[in-house]
């Protein structure tokens, strides 16, 4: 009986892969025409597909000149729309020249999926008119996107705080370098909001609101040494970025060395994020193998997925000092059920100078047997060679890392791993670690071997963000 089912449940799924498949030949047979006429034509030069006509309910138009005179071409099928009902996230690969240059691929991004950004537009009505259909850009001269007008001075917390993760709780010092390092300006450089034209506070605002990946990756730019995307520019609702390479999960089963030095990588940027000379905490709340990409000649991890990252200042909690502030944060393990699961307080993580967070996000999602992602288990650092497997001691600080079965066990777990993953790599000099500031080594020098407690930023194994007259 239930072999029968079975054959019936086979014939059943053959006939309905041949419907679909029959369906999307017929689809490219009625479509032919304008199937080869939308490969014909450039439509990154049209104002209609940048959705420039949305702005200033947009992302910016700095490199509208380069989209418009057709310096930007999508890169074979991302050129058919009928590819697009499987493009959920709006990502696109596109060739982008400069006159004499050649060119490179970068990578497109509409910060959200057709309904996300349906859905702004609803929102961005129902704040104005109360109703869900609306003129957009009347609309929004009488929105909070608006309110803050040339004759406000500074954005300051009590304005935008809780619009997105970035700004969740956010300091005056930070919302002062987003200003000042705003790319969708001519006259960047200046922490004053009122010096934006109007359009381009706007445009600001509404990226600050509704996806403020860009503003993350101008505010901590990978020339400065932060491990994003380079940001580009943008035109409408497309955003331009550097392309990296290959996504992490495409190297989950590369060979042995190649993981372990992608997992060295991985925990030095989860050290870099949380301790820096910055002294802003990035804390990473959606981590998976999709949020990071590999370089293909340097072998360099990059974040491309910033969109969740919450900025908490370490200066201000420490001149606030609100309650527990001084006291180690542990992240609480989260045996879910789902694939790249977190949980984590923000409430928490705003008010804590010393979080595990991202060395919990790290490991239980990437690197440890608990990480799970597309059906696959064990995590980026599965079979280890035998003698490894044999030691154990990859295995303990992983499950340590992860799942900590002790107090503060997490924080001696991630530096000793960072330690033995660089061994493991050949980097031993880079076993402490970069961007770690002598305040944070300090808190160690009772876990830290003899040897390693010097913090001089000379023993660091990568280099530190350099300073700027931005920097501060």
Known sequence: MLRLVSLKLG????????????????????????????????????????????CPACWGTSWCRKFLNG????????????????????????????????????????????QELADIDAKICRRAT?????????????????????D???LTPDAVEGWSDLVHCPSQRLLDRLVRRYAETKDSGSFLLRNLKDSERMQLLITLAFNPEPLVLQSFPSDE???FAKYLGACGRMVAVNYVGEELWSY???????????AWQLMEIAEQLTNNDFEFALYLLDVSFDNFAVGPRDGKVIIVDAENVLVADKRLIRQNKPENWDVWYESKFDDCDKEACL????????????VDHNYYAVCQNLLSRHATWRGTSGGLLHD?????????????????????????????AAKELREYLAQLSNNVSSAIGDFTSCNYCTKFLSLIPVHSRDCSSENHGMSKPSFSRHSL
């Open 384 to 412: 280890p060679p035998a003698d490894i497997a044999k030691d154990g001691r990859l295995e303990a600080l992983l499950d340590e890392c992860a799942n900590p079965k002790k107090r503060y066990g997490r924080f001696q």
């Open 11 to 54: 014939r059943l799924y053959r006939y309905v892969k041949l419907a679909v498949l029959g369906s999307l030949a017929a689809a490219l047979v009625l479509n032919t025409h304008s199937l080869l006429a939308s490969l014909q034509r450039n439509e990154l030069a049209e104002r209609r597909f940048l959705q420039l006509n949305k």
């Open 152 to 154: 406000v001075r500074l």
């Open 225 to 227: 040494g932060w491990p």
């Open 252 to 262: 989950f089963n590369a060979p042995w060395e190649k993981r372990v030095d992608l």
């Open 130 to 150: 109360g109703r869900g259909r609306c003129d957009l850009l009347q609309a929004l001269h009488a929105t909070e996107f608006a309110s803050l007008n040339g």
């Open 71 to 114: 310096q930007l071409r999508l890169e074979s099928w991302g050129r058919l729309r009928l590819f697009d009902f499987f493009n959920v996230k709006n990502v696109y690969f596109a060739r982008y020249g400069e006159p004499r240059e050649g060119s490179r691929r970068v990578v497109l991004k509409r910060l959200g999926s057709a």
């Open 343 to 354: 949980s984590f307080s923000k409430e928490i993580l705003c008010a804590r100078v010393t």
